[in-house]
């Protein structure tokens, strides 16, 4: 379309697409600022301005206005379960961003009534008690009171679990049911279970009850990852790198992503990692993989990154914090075994460590190899979580090659960290201004959806503000990071633990043309409301891929919710709640300006004689 003097010209090099009109953080230091930018086959082929995207528009070039608003590379989630979650994403009612307790029992109620015999009811992660006004979990008596037939299973964090009578009987716990090793099942006077299950502090009966619910078969896998996939999009999300995780079964649970893959139907690009399912067996796992893949396997939309989170489940440290650190047994041995094989081999891996303890015992395992030469090696390895990581084993990470990704989990757990480490203790927890002055590559990420939300603006106002869902604050100033900075995080960073930091992360020509259109300004707009930033426009490899506000319908169409039933059909994802940072002056200096833009319409209208040309009388039509 013409617009401000960009003429379709017949040219053998057109754009596919073009974004003009729009404040371009480009994150690209030879040219930091634009206004628009044009993509061709997928790759950025101009960064400028209207003058210097004019010859390369044609008659088949799509033109958006982005109004002035503002424009950055698309995010990348360094540590995000987006394989998993798209598998179970329309079964999970999602209490992100709900205001109140009240709230969400209202939505169990009706989802009880929508949902058809034999499925249940599950609230899976994205929330805490922190951020309702009621700042409380759920009751096994209000669950039964909403679903008495039904079977609910509401997921806290990595700490509990809260199951209504029939989510009890569905599951299969009675008076007989044993304590699983590291949790525990609560029970009544009468030693019957009560509905609560506990993390003491491993997760893992968790979800190892939640996989006993009922899942998607066949065609509405896809379709359940399709609208998984366009919700993160919905964020500004162009890409993530799994992080792969508990009941996640290669090649089995990642058919659904490759199948769409092949279609041409991701909307996100996503590079995968490898865990070892089965412990005692964890060696056996990666060497078979060693033989069939390597890391970079694939394309720019879907890729084997390496191995991980876990190597082998004993050196996994729970990260309950409401209950005490877990005391790690001796598993050097068999975790060395594990780390050489994927060094000698080329590959790349990720490990969960959320203590210095556990830290320090996997440094020392990687400083034995060092001394064989396999550190560093030009492997790309990082620790994920890192709340409570040394300086001493910073600058150990550093000496052997390694990187960290981080996630806002503190966002939701910050008050069970201070009640027991202590303001002090939380303060560091990560320790991100250390990380990053070190030189540290450091991607930030959510770990969606078991826990945290997966709207990754709620992560940046972690790291911009210290706060978390519930307004406490965690971490001061000096250990906060500024907006230019966390914005990095979420983009270069990203690409960079992916070994694509010359594909993507920043807007310049010759990188993947995945960019967002925000419907706030990032960089300008009260620390408070960071939060509430949404994509208007998001672009991966050119391709609207969600579309928004005057953008409406210019993404491509998605099949519906299935199956019916479904809590997303209903409920949709994320539940957005209004910016709340306009002080009352501003929001007097808007009036204002809003009353200036009315006049000045009507002075429009009146010269074309669509209004009367007096404008003092207000007439309200409801009273003619």
Request: with cysteine; aromatic share 8%.
């Amino acid at each position: 379309m013409p617009v401000g003097g960009l003429v379709p010209s017949a040219t053998d090099h057109a754009a596919d697409l073009v974004v003009r009109n729009a404040k371009i953080h480009t994150g690209d230091p030879g040219r930091p600022q634009a206004s628009t930018i044009a993509i061709r086959d997928g790759v950025i082929t101009v960064v400028g301005d209207d003058r210097d995207v004019a010859p390369h528009i044609g008659p088949a070039t799509k033109v958006v206005d982005a109004l002035g608003r503002r424009m950055i590379p698309g995010l990348n989630d360094s540590h995000l379960h987006v394989i998993r979650g798209g598998l179970n994403y329309v079964l999970e009612l999602r209490w992100d961003g709900v205001p109140t307790l009240r709230q969400g029992l209202a939505m169990l109620r009706e989802q009880a009534g929508r949902t058809p015999k034999g499925q249940w009811v599950r609230v899976v992660g994205g929330w805490s008690a922190e951020q309702f006004a009621e700042r409380r979990l759920p009751t096994v008596a209000e669950l039964n009171a909403v679903a008495p037939d039904t079977p609910v299973f509401v997921l806290h964090l990595y700490q509990s679990a809260v199951l209504n009578r029939a989510a009890l009987e569905a599951a299969g716990f009675t008076k007989d049911s044993p304590d699983p090793k590291g949790g525990q099942i609560v029970r009544g006077r009468d030693g019957e279970p009560t509905g609560m299950l506990l993390a003491a502090p491993s997760a893992l009966i968790l979800y190892s009850t939640l996989a006993k619910a009922p899942v998607l078969e066949g065609e509405d896998k896809k379709t359940s990852t399709r609208h998984f996939l366009r919700e993160l999009n919905r964020f500004g999300l162009t890409s993530a790198i799994d992080a792969a995780g508990g009941f996640q079964n290669f090649p089995g649970n990642y058919s659904t992503v490759i199948e769409l893959a092949e279609a041409g139907q991701l909307s996100l690009r996503i590079a995968y990692h490898l865990f070892p399912q089965t412990a005692g067996q964890e060696i056996d796992d990666l060497a078979r993989w060693i033989e069939t893949a390597r890391p970079e396997d694939g394309d720019e939309w879907l890729r084997l990154n390496g191995a991980g989170e876990n190597l082998t489940w004993s050196a996994a440290d729970f990260e309950n914090f409401s209950q005490p650190r877990p005391e790690l047994s001796p598993y050097e041995a068999e975790f060395e075994k594990a780390v050489r094989l994927l060094m000698e081999n080329g590959w790349g891996f990720r490990l969960h460590a959320t203590y210095d303890e556990t830290i320090r015992r996997d440094l020392a395992v990687f400083e034995k190899l060092a001394a064989e030469g396999l550190f560093p090696a030009g492997n790309r390895w990082l620790f994920d979580h890192a709340e409570t990581v040394s300086a001493d084993s910073l600058d150990r990470i550093a000496a052997l090659g390694g990187a960290l990704s981080v996630q806002n989990r503190l966002s939701f757990q910050g008050d069970a960290f201070v009640r027991r480490y202590g303001p002090g203790a939380a303060a560091d927890a990560p320790p991100i201004r250390a990380m990053l002055e070190r030189g540290l590559t450091v991607g930030a990420g959510t770990d969606a959806t078991r826990v945290s939300t997966y709207n990754p603006w709620v992560a940046l106002h972690w790291l911009v503000s210290g706060r978390t869902v519930g307004d406490l604050i965690v971490r001061p100033p000096q250990n906060r990071v500024d907006r230019g900075p966390a914005l990095a995080m979420f983009t270069e960073a990203g690409a960079a633990l992916t070994g694509e930091e010359d594909l993507k992360g920043v807007l310049r020509p010759g990188c993947l043309g995945d960019l967002a259109v925000l419907s706030e300004d990032y960089f300008s707009v009260p620390e408070q409301d960071i939060a509430h930033i949404e994509s208007l426009l998001t672009v991966v490899g050119g391709r609207i891929v969600y579309a928004a506000a005057e953008y409406e319908g210019l993404d491509e169409e998605l099949p519906p919710v299935s199956p019916a039933w479904s809590p997303v059909a209903r409920f949709g994802g994320y539940r957005s709640t209004p910016r709340t940072g306009l002080s009352g002056a501003r929001q007097a200096e808007l009036l204002g300006e809003a009353a200036a833009e009315s006049e000045q319409h009507r002075r429009w209208r009146a010269g074309r004689g669509l209004a009367p040309e007096t404008g003092n009388t207000f007439v309200d039509p409801c009273f003619l």
